[in-house]
């Protein structure tokens, strides 16, 4: 296991999302709708199969000031590790 994936290992999950077989704008509505419910500093990790979502949450991210710890693909299924600001 290498340092990457040692530091994402040791992340502590707060809420977990599921959005496999949703298509944009979906999987981006229930990541919004998770963060609202979440404080700050915890995280969420998001199961996505939309590949638009890469492009969706990178620019959401980008506007809203929260974190991406992670992101991977395994077998078409993204996974991303999100910091609420």
């Known amino acids: 296991m ?9 992340v502590q999950v707060h809420c977990e999302l ?9 999987p981006l ?3 919004k ?19 638009a979502s890469v492009l969706d949450f990178g620019v ?3 506007q809203t000031g929260h974190t991406l710890l992670d992101r ?3 077998s078409g299924t993204l996974s ?3 910091r609420k600001a």
């Open 29 to 31: 509505l229930r990541l």
């Open 80 to 82: 991303y590790l999100i």
């Open 60 to 62: 959401f991210l980008e």
């Open 2 to 10: 290498g340092l990457e994936e040692r530091s994402a290992a040791m």
């Open 72 to 74: 991977r693909e395994e």
């Open 33 to 51: 709708k998770a963060l609202v419910a979440m404080e700050s500093g915890q995280v969420v990790r998001v199961r996505a199969t939309d590949p």
């Open 18 to 26: 599921d959005t496999s077989g949703l298509m944009c704008p979906l």
